[in-house]
T-cell receptor
Framework: GNSVTQMEGPVTLSEEAFLTINCTYT??????LFWYVQYPGEGLQLLLK?????DKGSNKGFEATYRKETTSFHLEKGSVQVSDSAVYFC????????????FGGGTRLMVKP | DADVTQTPRNRITKTGKRIMLECSQT?????MYWYRQDPGLGLRLIYY???????NKGEISDGYSVSRQAQAKFSLSLESAIPNQTALYFC????????????FGDGTRLSIL
């Protein structure tokens, strides 16, 4: 079956530091990969996605590249801000599974001024 | 107004009580989902519905039931609540015709004493 593994948090960084949150996956076929962000007290929001190998998703300064050879989709940002403090979820959907998402456990990011 | 609205936002109740969580959407999407979120486990799918006449069990459906009253409404019931159903519950929607990730409500925090 499908599974997503994320690095455990919390990740604590100073403002303007470089961010990497690791995500690896196991899936049959050719999944689409996603990063979601959850701000305190809110639901999940799509941050970025990639639908095939070597695609790079990007949004709001965040990037992630779909690496089929390493089954990874690591999230990066060059300079984090306090407002980036949130929980980040890696997820996948297998095109053969009715568009249902499989989520990782989430990684909490705390950015200090 | 939010695209996906959940009510109530918070609920505290006792073991054995029947509880209904409601979800309504204004996106016109055919597909609706209920997830629960537990610390460190990400989101897990409880039930999903591809249209008004379609109901499917997800990964963790035991102890739950759902009703799709209309395209825009999808409710989740706990017939006899137990403490390990204490969690954050999210409703989500997606477009039937595209492999797009779901849109989420802001969640219902449910505590069962």
């Amino acid at each position: 079956g499908n599974s997503v593994t994320q690095m455990e948090g919390p990740v604590t960084l100073s403002e303007e530091a470089f961010l990497t949150i690791n995500c690896t996956y196991t899936a049959t076929g050719y999944p689409s990969l996603f990063w979601y962000v959850q701000y305190p007290g809110e639901g999940l929001q799509l941050l970025l996605k990639a639908t095939k190998a070597d695609d790079k998703g990007s949004n709001k300064g965040f990037e992630a590249t779909y690496r089929k050879e390493t089954t990874s989709f690591h999230l990066e940002k060059g300079s984090v801000q306090v407002s980036d403090s949130a929980v980040y979820f890696c997820a996948l959907t297998n095109n053969n599974a009715g568009n249902m998402l499989t989520f990782g456990g989430g990684t909490r990011l705390m950015v200090k001024p | 107004d939010a695209d996906v609205t959940q009510t109530p936002r918070n609920r505290i109740t006792k073991t054995g009580k029947r509880i209904m969580l409601e979800c309504s959407q204004t996106k016109g999407h055919d597909r609706m989902y209920w997830y629960r979120q537990d610390p460190g486990l990400g989101l897990r799918l409880i039930y999903y519905s591809f249209d008004v006449k379609d109901i499917n069990k997800g990964e963790i459906s035991d102890g739950y039931s759902v009703s799709r009253q209309a395209q825009a409404k999808f409710s989740l019931s706990l017939e006899s609540a137990i403490p390990n159903q204490t969690a954050l519950y999210f409703c989500a929607t997606s477009d039937l015709h595209s492999n797009q990730p779901q849109h989420f409500g802001d969640g219902t925090r449910l505590s069962i004493l």
